[in-house]
């Protein structure tokens, strides 16, 4: 009997789940650009300097806890997750206006994939950060998970640049506050 409770109570709350998803698919279809671009987390700048000394040399200097706190720990991943949740509907968006040729569709494709990644790569780091509170993840990790969030924005900035170049404008404000 129990069971059988169980498994109802599951098929409710897979039901729920396609429910809310579909009604998250078809908001996410009709919202235009200024109000995607909304969504950006405002991080007052935080990760530029971090973004730009990890990308220009291999090894960043920064020590453990100056990372952490430019990152701005657990609630900076968060904010890096949302943006690239924010980022994969400005993907969306693009690929509606801008996906007619073959060759914009399959860039479009790769960035969607980039974003994904990163935004994978960041789920499973911000993860073992709440799981193991005491230990950070290292440096390099978190450093490489910069990395990888900057260049999946930068990646779809380049296609951007590509298809519509007015979109690219009003994009860079709201990238530049991260």
């Known amino acids: 009997m129990f069971q059988i409770a169980l498994q109802i109570v599951a098929a409710m709350a897979l039901l729920v789940a396609a429910i809310r998803i579909q009604r998250s698919l078809h908001r996410r279809r009709d919202r235009d650009w200024h109000a995607i671009l909304k969504g950006f987390r405002d991080g007052h700048g935080r990760l530029s300097g971090l973004s730009y000394s990890a990308v220009v040399s291999e090894d960043s200097d920064c020590s453990e806890s100056e990372i ?3 990152v701005n720990g657990v609630v900076g ?4 997750y ?3 949740e924010v980022l994969l509907e400005a993907i969306d968006f ?5 996906g007619y ?3 914009v569709v399959e860039r479009i494709k790769r960035v969607r994939a980039d974003a994904l990644n990163a935004q994978m790569l960041i789920a499973l780091v911000g993860l073992k ?4 509170p005491v230990r950070r993840p290292r440096p390099s990790v978190v450093s ?9 924005i930068d990646h779809f ?3 951007l640049n590509e298809c519509s170049p007015n979109l690219l404008r009003s994009f860079r404000y709201f990238v530049t506050r991260q």
């Open 157 to 159: 900035r380049l296609v």
């Open 77 to 80: 991943l968060w904010r890096m």
């Open 129 to 132: 950060a709440v799981v193991a």
């Open 101 to 103: 040729t073959p060759d």
């Open 144 to 152: 490489e998970t910069i990395k990888t969030y900057t260049a999946s």
């Open 94 to 98: 693009v690929a509606k206006e801008c």
């Open 82 to 84: 949302m943006n690239m």
């Open 68 to 70: 952490w706190s430019r």
